[in-house]
């Protein structure tokens, strides 16, 4: 077994007396200044300014500014009013704008020559896009966003696809999903700013599809390809297996303690098919030594079922799973893609947590205490599957593996006890 505890009290310990630590007092300084310095300043010095200044200013100005405010243009605003062109009569504060001639009639600093209707498009005349500059409903379709994005391929069964379009746009468009065939059905809703559309029938694999936003002004569209569904069967798992290079993934949680924990967890996670059903597999779990093809017997192994309806991606949970390092994995869920019987899974993902109330054994503490070990590096326990508040979640993803063919023996508690070649 791999010791980790050890190491991690250690670095605790370390951190907790840094925190903790506090500076050496000076030295208290007990002299005493027997010095005593009588010495006077006799000197006083008593010159004064005989000399008394009685000139004063009798100057006065008495000049007025007497330059007229003018309003040249007589429309009752000066240059001083806001006027911003007091040769215009047409043109000061507040005055009724006159749409696309270029003049700011009201001097607010703004041109109002392209959108009478507040629609945020400047009508097409005046090079915009909006056809109908009197209607703030009739508008060209602008795309801000679309799921799947434009020229997407390989897409994997879209449930729910989506454009996002300007606020002010989404009760004057509509989005229309086309297959091979044309419009689809489905169920449409809006959510802000964005027109969802979710189909009533699942996606044709490796076909096109459009998204259509129509305005009264024009069409836009975002188009996507969907994969091959890439369906498994669960029977042709069966007698096959993968292993998965623990030390070698992304430990992302715990965060702080990932890439110290990461390099104990030194044996590989094996999985084999037992059996299946219509959108299952039987797996089992074990652990084998790194570099070691063989299964470590004296590991114990945990059997589950794998879920692969939604195929192929298989979800896998177990109880716990022996890692062979200072700690069981508990509520172990191993996520990822199948390719094929032959092929290695991409997207592997393995998620669980750390009970402390396992660590008893090690003589690290209680529970607890042992919580706050991780608190020394910025991690905390969280509840358990049970509602203790004793345990530290894990994730590692981007697992390395490949196809292994050994099926695993199941191996219990009291196997490796009775085995005299387990330590």
């Known amino acids: 077994m791999t010791r980790f505890w050890p190491l991690?009290?250690?670095?605790?310990?370390?951190?907790t007396s840094k925190e903790t630590?506090?500076?050496s007092e000076p030295t208290p300084d007990t002299d005493t200044d027997t010095d005593t310095d009588t010495d006077t300043d006799t000197d006083t010095d008593t010159d004064t300014d005989a000399d008394a200044d009685t000139d004063t200013d009798t100057d006065t100005d008495t000049d007025t500014d007497t330059d007229p405010v003018t309003d040249a243009d007589a429309d009752g605003f000066s240059a001083d009013d806001g006027?911003?062109?007091?040769?215009?009569?047409?043109?000061?504060?507040?005055?009724?704008?006159?749409?696309?001639?270029?003049?700011?009639?009201?001097?607010d600093g703004v041109v109002d020559d392209g959108d009478q209707d507040g629609d945020g498009q400047d009508w097409s005349d005046v090079g915009g896009l909006d056809c109908d500059d009197a209607d703030p409903?009739?508008?060209?379709?602008?795309?801000?966003?679309?799921?799947?994005?434009?020229?997407?391929?390989?897409?994997v069964d879209p449930t729910d696809l989506w454009v996002t379009?300007?606020?002010?746009?989404?009760a004057a468009v509509t989005l229309t999903v086309l297959g091979p065939d044309g419009p689809l059905s489905g169920a449409e809703a809006v959510e802000g700013a964005s027109l969802h559309f979710a189909p009533a029938d699942p996606l044709?694999?490796?076909?096109?599809?459009?998204?259509?936003?129509?305005?009264?002004?024009?069409?836009?569209?975002?188009?996507?390809?969907?994969?091959?569904?890439?369906?498994?069967?669960?029977?042709?798992?069966?007698?096959?297996?993968?292993?998965?290079?623990?030390?070698?993934?992304?430990?992302?949680?715990?965060?702080?303690?990932?890439?110290?924990?990461?390099?104990?967890?030194?044996?590989?996670?094996?999985?084999?098919?037992?059996a299946s059903g219509a959108s299952t597999v039987d797996l089992r779990a074990g652990r084998a030594a790194d570099g070691v093809p063989t299964q470590d017997l004296c590991g114990e192994t945990a059997d589950s079922v794998g879920d692969l309806s939604a195929t192929p991606?298989?979800?896998?949970?177990?109880?716990?799973?022996?890692?062979?390092?200072?700690f069981v994995l508990r509520d172990a869920v191993v996520t990822a893609t199948v390719v094929s019987a032959a092929a290695p899974m991409t997207d592997a993902v393995l998620d669980g947590d750390i009970d402390t109330r396992?660590?008893?054994?090690?003589?690290?503490?209680?529970?607890?205490?042992?919580?706050?070990?991780?608190?020394?590096?910025?991690?905390?326990?969280v509840a358990c599957s049970d509602g203790a508040p004793f345990c530290v979640p894990v994730r590692i993803e981007d697992l390395p593996n490949g196809p292994t063919p050994a099926a695993l023996v199941e191996r219990t508690a009291a196997d490796i006890a009775a085995d005299p070649r387990c330590p």
């Open 204 to 274: 044709e694999p490796v076909t096109s599809y459009t998204l259509q936003l129509t305005g009264a002004c024009g069409t836009v569209s975002a188009s996507f390809t969907t994969a091959d569904d890439g369906a498994i069967d669960p029977a042709s798992l069966v007698g096959h297996g993968w292993r998965f290079d623990l030390d070698a993934g992304s430990m992302v949680l715990p965060a702080a303690l990932g890439p110290i924990l990461l390099p104990y967890l030194t044996d590989d996670l094996l999985l084999s098919a037992l």
């Open 358 to 381: 396992d660590l008893g054994a090690l003589g690290v503490g209680t529970p607890a205490e042992v919580c706050d070990l991780f608190v020394a590096f910025g991690e905390r326990c």
């Open 313 to 326: 991606l298989l979800v896998v949970s177990y109880p716990y799973l022996d890692t062979n390092a200072d």
């Open 137 to 155: 409903l009739a508008v060209f379709p602008e795309l801000v966003e679309a799921y799947p994005p434009d020229g997407s391929v390989g897409v």
């Open 8 to 15: 991690l009290i250690a670095l605790a310990a370390c951190s």
């Open 165 to 170: 379009v300007p606020k002010a746009h989404v």
């Open 83 to 107: 006027d911003c062109d007091d040769g215009d009569a047409n043109v000061y504060p507040g005055a009724p704008e006159v749409w696309y001639d270029g003049v700011d009639q009201q001097c």
């Open 21 to 23: 630590g506090t500076p």
